[in-house]
T-cell receptor, first 112, second 116 residues
Framework: RKEVEQDPGPFNVPEGATVAFNCTYS??????FFWYRQDCRKEPKLLMS???SGNEDGRFTAQLNRASQYISLLIRDSKLSDSATYLC?????????????FGTGTRLLVSP | DAGVIQSPRHEVTEMGQEVTLRCKPI?????LFWYRQTMMRGLELLIY????????DSGMPEDRFSAKMPNASFSTLKIQPSEPRDSAVYFC??????????????FGDGTRLSIL
């Protein structure tokens, strides 16, 4: 089983729709979780951290389900500019040092 | 504030040549990571350093790849000899000291490498 898994998509949604992505992880000891956004031919950029109690940043909501070992990203009122690939990342401790493992990403296409 | 700085942005070279990629992490960050990204394999961690010391190089594909971090502000990833299958985008990322939670990594613009 991969350490971090995502549905590659693409998710095709119309403007204004609500869309959600999940990301499962295998290491139950993982402590830190993130969502990154990557535009075509660009570097991954941090979108938001994921906190245990869930957190929201504008139209974006991130949640963590430790029991089922997954994190989720909800985007409300999708904009054309939200079209990108969304990568989840999970920090695991390895011999006392942090190591970030990325999923392969979920591609989102928002159409007019 | 300056982010992670990578050079060159693009590199095209013939197979068999030595390739050196460079990275300057964000000042104050003590962890540095080298990644490779391809369509087929996604974003793969090659090696990471903590306080200039290599911690985990299990992702380095083979002996043709080597990485160094001689000081806190500079790292190199070298491929010698290069092969066409090394063509990919190579990212460098850095992160601040661990505080017990949520230390995200910040990526450079990447080096787009093409081996002919």
């Amino acid at each position: 089983r991969k350490e971090v898994e995502q549905d590659p998509g693409p998710f095709n949604v119309p403007e204004g729709a609500t869309v959600a992505f999940n990301c499962t992880y295998s290491n139950s000891a993982s402590q830190s979780f993130f969502w990154y956004r990557q535009d075509c031919r660009k570097e991954p950029k941090l979108l938001m951290s994921v906190y245990s109690s869930g957190n929201e940043d504008g139209r974006f909501t991130a949640q963590l389900n430790r029991a089922s070992q997954y994190i989720s990203l909800l985007i409300r009122d999708s904009k054309l500019s939200d079209s990108a690939t969304y990568l989840c990342a999970v920090n695991i401790m390895n011999t006392g040092f942090q190591k970030l493992v990325f999923g392969t990403g979920t591609r989102l296409l928002v159409s007019p | 504030d300056a982010g992670v700085i990578q050079s060159p942005r693009h590199e095209v070279t013939e197979m068999g040549q030595e390739v050196t990629l460079r990275c300057k992490p964000i000042s104050g960050h003590n962890s540095l990571f080298w990644y490779r990204q391809t369509m087929m394999r996604g974003l793969e961690l090659l090696i990471y350093f903590n306080n200039n010391v290599p911690i985990d190089d299990s992702g380095m594909p083979e002996d043709r790849f080597s990485a160094k971090m001689p000081n806190a502000s500079f790292s190199t990833l070298k491929i010698q000899p290069s092969e066409p299958r090394d063509s990919a985008v190579y990212f460098c990322a850095s992160s601040p000291p661990w505080t017990g939670r949520n230390q995200p990594q910040h990526f450079g613009d990447g080096t787009r490498l093409s081996i002919l």
